[in-house]
């Protein structure tokens, strides 16, 4: 393999332009997972202007480029899928047919070893190293929105029932009740983040846009534009004001639902899910194929799905004593998380937790019921 690396600023318009191509192809091609906005060549320059050590590996055959490998890298050569944390897409574009080895490729690229929690499928020299697979959900839209609606009143007939009347009842009870779709005002972006960040804090959950870096890469993702690329504020409006709203990414065919949130003063109206309901309208008129939910365990997102995809997380390594030391560290700490995240009677005594801490530290009086053993 012909492997050259670049830093962010170095790549070159014709390679940006071909990195794009290839993921416009990807749905045709029969491979739609390479087609996700977190893959995109924005997505990881963007990522690249906060945070140290992005760069891009460009793999060419006679000359033209054939696969695009973002990824993050320290001084000790301990590599990350770029945005590690908040991107959920993650691996390698490349042509239909391409195989690479993976660790000619770490060599290449000064990594003894590659990390990631949301590798797509069909990357198949990097899933040798994937300790763990999740599923994703997705709301496919390829058939229009009618088709998508009418499936889900056949799968969950009370969700569709429930929701669909609430919004009637939003309806009547607003003064005005208006959806738009590309929202440009940042100041109701701003309204999103205070919600997520309320939400977060309120269910004892880390604060992600307490790192002022995250905070700084959706402003700038949300003023990003290229064809077929763009941060997407989408938003429901009730009485005049926004009272649920979500900030995602999308490609020619693909929308990725990144942060959600919603007013809870409206908490009764399910203003989120009606939400969700209006964007997959909104994005269906507009030939985006499917919505991907993102990995997670939540019952709004099983609710919507019409499938799921799989996602991994895991290590690509080669022998390097760096390699050894990073698993080391790593590897408990992700099988503790899992088995917690994997089973009801570990994850819902410590989701109640969490959401106790996160009352205490907002002030709200909380009541301790015992533990029954």
């Given at each position: 393999m012909d492997i050259s690396v670049y830093r962010p600023g170095e790549l070159s318009g014709a390679d940006r332009a071909a990195w794009t191509a290839l993921q416009s192809k990807a749905h045709l091609q029969g491979s739609p997972q390479l087609a996700n906005p977190f893959l995109s060549p924005e997505f990881a320059l963007a990522v690249g202007r906060y945070r140290r050590g992005v760069r891009?590996?460009?793999?060419?055959?006679?000359?033209?480029?054939?696969?695009?490998?973002?990824?993050q890298r320290s001084a000790t050569g301990v590599g990350r899928a770029v945005g590690l944390?908040?991107?959920?897409?993650?691996?390698?574009?490349?042509?239909?047919?391409?195989?690479w080895d993976a660790r000619e490729l770490l060599r290449a690229c000064g990594l003894a070893v590659w990390e990631f929690d949301h590798l797509v499928e069909g990357q198949g020299p990097f899933e040798a190293g994937a300790a763990k697979g999740f599923p994703s959900p997705v709301m496919d839209l390829d058939q229009g929105y009618e088709t998508y609606l009418t499936q889900l009143r056949l799968r969950s007939p009370k969700f569709t029932r429930t929701t669909l009347a609430k919004e009637r009842r939003l309806t009547r009870t607003a003064s005005e009740v208006r959806y738009v779709h590309d929202e440009r005002d940042p100041a109701v972006l701003r309204t999103l983040m205070d919600w997520k960040s309320a939400q977060y804090r309120r269910t004892g959950r880390s604060d992600r846009f307490a790192h002022p870096w995250i905070a700084d890469l959706v402003r700038q993702l949300f003023h990003t534009r290229s064809e077929p690329f763009a941060g997407i504020l989408s938003v429901l409006y009730a009485d005049g004001k926004p009272v649920a709203a979500h900030f995602g990414l999308r490609t020619e065919r693909v929308l990725a639902c990144w942060f959600p949130a919603y007013d809870p003063e409206y908490a009764k109206?399910?203003?989120?899910?009606?939400?969700?309901?209006?964007?997959?309208?909104?994005?269906?008129?507009?030939?985006?194929?499917h919505l991907d939910l993102g990995r997670g365990q939540k019952e709004y997102k099983d609710s919507l799905k019409t499938r799921e995809l799989t996602v991994s997380e895991g290590w690509v390594t080669r022998r390097h004593p760096v390699a050894v030391g990073h698993r080391a560290r790593r590897v408990p700490a992700r099988a503790l998380r899992n088995a917690v995240v994997s089973r009801p009677e570990l994850f819902e005594p410590a989701d109640r937790f969490l959401k106790k801490i996160g009352k205490i530290r907002s002030g709200t009086s909380v009541t301790v019921k015992p533990t029954k053993t």
């Open positions: 891009i590996a460009v793999v060419r055959e006679q000359g033209e480029p054939v696969a695009f490998f973002p990824f944390g908040i991107s959920d897409a993650q691996g390698l574009v490349h042509r239909p047919g391409f195989v109206y399910s203003p989120g899910l009606i939400l969700h309901l209006r964007m997959a309208e909104a994005a269906a008129a507009d030939g985006v194929a």
